[in-house]
C-alpha cells in the first residue's frame, strides 16, 4: 500500500475511535513531508490534534492503529491536545514496530515531541483539518537547541553506531548554523561538504538508501 493511502486509513481510524468531532487536526510529517522517504528505511510518522480523550478512548485507539498493516518500517503517531506546552501534554504516542504505547508525558524523553513540533510547524502534510502551523503552538527556539543537544545526548548513548546518530546530528549542525531545518539527507549533504572526513556520513546515507554493511562504528 502507498504510504498516503495508508495515512489515509489512519485518519479513518481516528475518526472512528475518537470522541465525536473532536479530531482537530491531522498531518504526515517526517520524511514524507520532507520529500526523503526511503521504503524499507523510512517510518510513516503522523501528529494529530484532538481535544482530551479518557485512557480507554487513547488505548483503543493505539491498538486499532496497531492493527493497520504498515506499508513503512513502522507507524510512529503522537495524539496532541490543543494549546500550549504541546510537546509536554501529549495524550497518546504508539510505535508499531516494535510496539510501544504510551499514555504518559513522563515516560519519554521530551525532545523527540519537541522537535517534530518544531518541524512539524514548517513542512507537514495535511490529512485533515488545518495546516500545522494554526494548531500546532510555536516552540521557542532554545527550547529547540536544548531538545537538539538532548537528541544527541540519546543517540550517542543509545544508537551510537546507527545511521540516524549520524544523520541527526547532520541536521542539528544544520539548523544551528542556519536557524532553518532540513531533511536527514539534505542535512547530509550540507554536512559532508564542511568536514575533512565525510565517511560516516557516506555510510549513514548509503544505509539509509538500503546499502549493507558501510561501517559507522567509532
Not at 503522523?46 to 492493527?67: F, G, H, K, Y
Not at 524523553?109 to 519537541?114: G, S
Request: aromatic share 6%; net charge negative; charged share 20%.
Amino acid at each position: 500500500m502507498d504510504p498516503h493511502a495508508y495515512a489515509r486509513q489512519v485518519v479513518r481510524t481516528l475518526r472512528e475511535h475518537l470522541l465525536p468531532g473532536s479530531l482537530l487536526g491531522a498531518w504526515l510529517i517526517g520524511s514524507i513531508a520532507w520529500d526523503d522517504y526511503r521504503p524499507g528505511s523510512s517510518d510513516v510518522d503522523i501528529l494529530a490534534v484532538a481535544e482530551t480523550q479518557p485512557e480507554p478512548v487513547r488505548r483503543a485507539l493505539a491498538d486499532a492503529l496497531i492493527a493497520l498493516p504498515c506499508p513503512a518500517r513502522q507507524l510512529e503517531f503522537v495524539l496532541y491536545p490543543p494549546g500550549p506546552d504541546q510537546p509536554s501534554r501529549w495524550q497518546l504516542n504508539v510505535n508499531t514496530d516494535p510496539v510501544r504505547v504510551s499514555t504518559d508525558p513522563a515516560t519519554e524523553p521530551a525532545h523527540w515531541f519537541v522537535l517534530d513540533i518544531a518541524m512539524a510547524r514548517e513542512r507537514a502534510i495535511p490529512l485533515y483539518g488545518p495546516p500545522a502551523h494554526e494548531l500546532l503552538a510555536p516552540v521557542p527556539p532554545e527550547v529547540v537547541h536544548r531538545a537538539l543537544n538532548d537528541s544527541l545526548d540519546w543517540h550517542d548513548a543509545n544508537e551510537r553506531t546507527q545511521p540516524n546518530a549520524v544523520l541527526n546530528a547532520c541536521r542539528a549542525w544544520h539548523y544551528a548554523e542556519t536557524g532553518r531545518w532540513a531533511s536527514k539527507t539534505a542535512a547530509a549533504l550540507w554536512a559532508r561538504e564542511r568536514v575533512a572526513d565525510p565517511s560516516k556520513i557516506d555510510a549513514a546515507l548509503a544505509r539509509r538508501s538500503g546499502v549493507e554493511n558501510p561501517k559507522l562504528s567509532g
